[in-house]
Structure formats: C-alpha cells, structure tokens
C-alpha cells in the first residue's frame, strides 16, 4: 500500500539578496555557519557526504570539525569505505540543511587529507571515550557482534589505561576544498533564492539559479 506525507511547510523566515552575499564563499558559509551554530538546535555542523568511485555513489553524515578559507575540515577512518572511495576519486559533495533557518549549503570540490598535526591536534582534545572507540572501531568492515565490538574496546582501555592514546595512523582529517557553494534560503511559494558561487579560472563567479 502506499503511504503518503505531504504536511505543506511554509518557508517565510528569511531572504537572500545578490548584494548581500560576500566575496568569497566560504566567508559567505562561515557568516551562515556561524548563525546556525547559535540558533538550530540539533548538530548544525552535520553535513551529509558524497563520494564515488565506479560509478558507484554513496552518501553518509560527517561532522564538520573546522572550516577556513579553503574548506570544510571533518575526520573519519582512512580505511572506511568512504576512504577507499576518496582515494581512488578525491572529490566530494556536502549538503548541510539548516531546518529552524530554512536554509541549505552544498559544496562541491577536491577531497584532500589533512596532515598529520593537524589530525594530531583534533585527535588529542577528542574525549579518552571516543579515543579508544576510534582504534576499537574498524569502521565499514563486517563484525560478528556487538560483543566483539565491546571486547576491543576493553583491550584499548586495559592498553592504554596509564597512557596518553595515540592517534591511530588508519585515522585523520579531511578537507573538502570547494569548487562550487550554493546557499538556499527557502522562501514562499517554492520561489526560493539560490546562489549558486562557481570557481573559473581561479575566479568566483556567483549567479542566482532558478529555485
Ligand atoms: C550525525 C552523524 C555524524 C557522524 N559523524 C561522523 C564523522 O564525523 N566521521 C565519521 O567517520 N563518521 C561519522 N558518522 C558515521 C557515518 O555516517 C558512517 O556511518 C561511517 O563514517 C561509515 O561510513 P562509510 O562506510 O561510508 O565509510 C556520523 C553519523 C551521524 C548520523
């Protein structure tokens, strides 16, 4: 049987005008980030994630950690199934939804890895909890049970119960570098405002598209 979902959502809480938009995207994304940081309730950094490789696509939640001028900073296992697709295609797609704002980010580009201090440097303020869960985790390979899951957990603890954990070398950053940003604020009727930022030789070029 088919089931239907259709309440009507009116989007009335904002706009976007071509004059307001800043130079450069991702001064744009940090001023909107910044927002939704402070109004949305729930993970406003969780970013849905693309990859692909042989014509295969998948997509999964990420944190985004950090962002600068160049890009989206977020960390994962580098022998996940995400990471195999990264390496063998080191592009990626973004998609943040900001409910409370009406509005949507999606960012386009280059994947690169992070270096190692700057992964250092986010491993060490991470919690002892989520330290050992990272090297308990052999994160997108099949596991028997949970119980196998809760027993390398209790060898990470007992290992490393009187020292510092160490970041594991099969975990670390991403930055997803931009080569297109499009900011959507809903508006009413569908007739959203979409701002589509384009990288062209070494240019941004921003253009309204049609919602
Ligand atoms: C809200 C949310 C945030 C998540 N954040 C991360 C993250 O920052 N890094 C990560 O590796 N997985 C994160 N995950 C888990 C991923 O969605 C995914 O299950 C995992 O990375 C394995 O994906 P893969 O098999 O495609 O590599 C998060 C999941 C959710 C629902």
């Not at 005008?17 to 744009?28: D, G, H, K, T």
């Not at 490789?53 to 022998?79: C, M, P, Q, T, W």
């Not at 997108?140 to 490393?160: A, D, F, G, T």
Request: hydrophobic share 35%; charged share 30%; proline share 7%.
């Amino acid at each position: 049987m088919k089931e239907h979902y259709h309440p009507r959502r009116e989007y009335n809480a904002k706009e976007l005008n071509f004059n307001e938009l800043l130079p450069y995207p991702m001064e744009q994304f940090a001023k909107w980030f910044k927002i939704a940081t402070e109004i949305e309730t729930h993970e406003p950094n969780a970013m849905a994630l693309a990859t692909t490789s042989n014509g295969e696509v998948s997509v999964r939640y990420v944190l985004l950690k950090a962002h600068d001028s160049d890009g989206l900073i977020f960390f994962s296992n580098y022998e996940s199934r995400k990471s195999a697709q990264i390496r063998a295609n080191p592009k990626g797609a973004a998609v943040f939804y900001w409910p409370i704002l009406q509005q949507q980010v999606r960012v386009e580009g280059d994947i690169i890895i992070l270096n190692q201090e700057e992964s250092d440097e986010y491993f060490n303020i991470r919690p002892q909890g989520s330290k050992i869960g990272t090297w308990a985790s052999p994160q997108s390979k099949p596991i028997p049970s949970r119980e196998y899951l809760e027993n390398l957990r209790k060898e990470y603890e007992k290992k490393y119960s009187n020292f510092r954990v160490p970041r594991p070398e099969f975990w670390g950053g991403y930055k997803l570098i931009p080569s297109l940003i499009e900011f959507w604020q809903g508006r009413p009727d569908r007739l959203h405002d979409r701002f589509e930022y384009r990288l062209k030789d070494g240019l941004w070029k921003k253009e309204r598209l049609a919602p």
